[in-house]
């Protein structure tokens, strides 16, 4: 069984994204992209600003362009941001020769990764739980409708998704891991 070209995490804030995509991206050999990170670098300021200045919709108008850029590359593993399943026109842009893993968190657990996180505008609300909820009933049927393989993070060490994820992507019976193994000590 080949790698995929590329593979594209979605899911909400607090799934472990950015950490289990770097994890992921190294254990593959694969480059990693964190489609946020990317957006601020270019645009020379934070997510929270864009969000000020352009408002949402300006902020998702750079994301469906970054997500169109990055739609060309192979060999990488990308983090999206949780709302990048809400355009439409996103979707064709994730799914293109891509595996789509959707990292699915609890509403409990989503609440303990991100209430002390200031970059992430739509949570500076009087009641942040409230609005994973609602976000969480908009976005979850997406992301599950676009995912290959739903994993679920709770609970998980990033290490231990990632494993998991390995043997999802790539499973390999016992005896070949031995003969990886064997070959890898010969070129070593």
Request: positive net charge; hydrophobic residues 35%.
């Given at each position: 069984?080949?790698?995929?070209?590329?593979?594209?995490?979605?899911?909400?804030?607090?799934?472990?994204?950015?950490?289990?995509?770097?994890?992921?991206?190294?254990?593959?050999?694969?480059g990693f992209l964190d489609s946020d990170r990317i957006i601020e670098e270019r645009c020379g300021a934070n997510?929270?600003?864009?969000?000020?200045?352009?408002?949402?919709?300006?902020?998702?108008?750079?994301?469906?362009?970054?997500?169109?850029?990055?739609?060309?590359?192979?060999?990488?593993?990308?983090?999206?941001?949780?709302?990048?399943?809400?355009?439409?026109?996103?979707?064709?842009?994730?799914?293109?020769?891509?595996?789509?893993?959707?990292?699915?968190?609890?509403?409990?657990?989503?609440?303990?990764?991100?209430?002390?996180?200031?970059?992430?505008?739509?949570?500076?609300?009087?009641?942040?739980?409230?609005?994973?909820?609602?976000?969480?009933?908009?976005?979850?049927?997406?992301?599950?409708e676009l995912a290959d393989i739903v994993m679920f993070t709770d609970k998980k060490s990033p290490r231990l998704?990632?494993?998991?994820?390995?043997?999802?992507?790539?499973?390999?019976?016992?005896?070949?891991?031995?003969?990886?193994?064997?070959?890898?000590?010969?070129?070593?």
């Open positions: 069984m080949d790698l995929p070209k590329r593979i594209v995490l979605v899911g909400p804030m607090g799934a472990g994204k950015s950490t289990i995509g770097r994890l992921l991206a190294k254990e593959l050999g694969y997510i929270p600003w864009i969000f000020d200045v352009e408002g949402e919709e300006g902020f998702r108008h750079r994301e469906t362009a970054m997500l169109g850029e990055l739609a060309g590359k192979a060999g990488v593993v990308i983090a999206t941001g949780g709302g990048a399943v809400m355009k439409p026109e996103n979707h064709e842009l994730l799914t293109r020769d891509a595996l789509v893993i959707y990292l699915k968190a609890s509403i409990e657990q989503q609440v303990e990764r991100t209430r002390k996180d200031r970059n992430r505008p739509l949570l500076q609300q009087d009641d942040p739980e409230a609005v994973l909820r609602r976000l969480f009933e908009i976005r979850n049927p997406i992301y599950t998704v990632v494993r998991q994820l390995i043997n999802k992507i790539h499973p390999r019976t016992p005896r070949q891991r031995r003969n990886l193994k064997k070959e890898g000590r010969n070129h070593a």
